[in-house]
């Protein structure tokens, strides 16, 4: 994504949104990964970042009153700023520091010490789940992981091409809300043959036993680069328990913005969801008062 991500973190890139109550608006990525987790039940949450990044992520997920004063005179596009400043006055926000940048499993392991010991859902800042509503297969994933007291759930989606991403072998193990459920006995990155045609997304619930795998890697073979694939493959050889749900179209669709191609595919579709859903808004009025 060079060189724009040399400017702005390609987690800032904007998406369209329907905002309630107001006009249609631009939204940061990153700000919609946050809604889905505050939609799945999370009040505290952790972002990683780079230790350049930090000032201008910090700013933009802070209360900025002066902002809103500054712009007053234009207080109708504000609207959905205001709805978000009020979600964040509820939220417990923690900013951790991955530096230098060693794998996706490694910026989740500067989380812990806000994480602690309990059960966490895990979601990468550069792709979205695009929901009916936001929030409910992150709530699906949790909910799963604490009824059966699971160490892992990843939501998975079946690919053309399985080589480009994280490969979970599975074995059918029923349904779970309306998903298909799978055991996970073996996940591989990027593998040359793959073994199943099912990827990973970059959503997931985990217990804390994630960073003892984590941990444990470091150890015994020190990588350049941490990877969560890594830390899933040493709970299933350690004996924990791990599953999956299979994403369908009814229930979402993950959109990836790392690539100039899924960007691009990303912009057009929330942009699609966005006229259809005005066009439904425009429909209701007229419907009330036909039938009045």
Do not use: C
């Not at 791990?242 to 942009?271: F, H, M, N």
């Amino acid at each position: 994504m060079l060189p724009w991500t040399r400017g702005i973190r390609k987690e800032f890139l904007p998406l369209f949104d329907w905002a309630p109550g107001s006009a249609p608006v631009l939204k940061p990525v990153a700000h919609l990964v946050l809604e889905t987790m505050i939609g799945a039940g999370a009040d505290d949450v952790t972002l990683v970042v780079n230790p350049r990044d930090l000032s201008f992520v910090q700013n933009y997920f802070t209360v900025d009153k002066e902002f809103l004063r500054r712009h007053a005179a234009h207080s109708e596009r504000l609207e959905e700023t205001r709805r978000f400043y009020r979600t964040l006055s509820g939220l417990h926000l923690h900013f951790a520091i991955q530096s230098p940048a060693r794998g996706f499993g490694d910026a989740v392991l500067q989380a812990q010490p806000f994480v602690g010991s309990g059960n966490f859902i895990l979601q990468a800042g550069d792709a979205v789940l695009i929901e009916p509503h936001r929030g409910a297969l992150l709530g699906r994933l949790s909910r799963l992981l604490e009824a059966e007291a699971l160490d892992a759930v990843i939501l998975v989606r079946k690919v053309a091409d399985p080589s480009r991403y994280g490969v979970v072998e599975v074995t059918p193990a029923g349904r779970f809300e309306g998903l298909r459920r799978f055991h996970v006995v073996g996940m591989e990155e990027k593998p040359l043959r793959p073994r199943s045609s099912w990827a990973a997304t970059a959503a997931y619930a985990f217990s804390p036993r994630l960073f003892d795998g984590f941990h444990a890697i470091l150890r015994e073979k020190r990588p350049r680069e941490l990877e969560v694939t890594d830390a899933i493959r040493w709970l299933i050889r350690n004996g924990g328990r791990v599953s999956a749900l299979a994403l369908t179209p009814s229930a979402g669709e993950w959109r990836s913005v790392g690539s100039p191609e899924g960007y691009l595919r990303a912009v057009k579709r929330t942009r699609a969801l966005l006229t259809r859903n005005a066009g439904r808004t425009a429909d209701r009025p007229r419907a009330r008062r036909a039938k009045n």
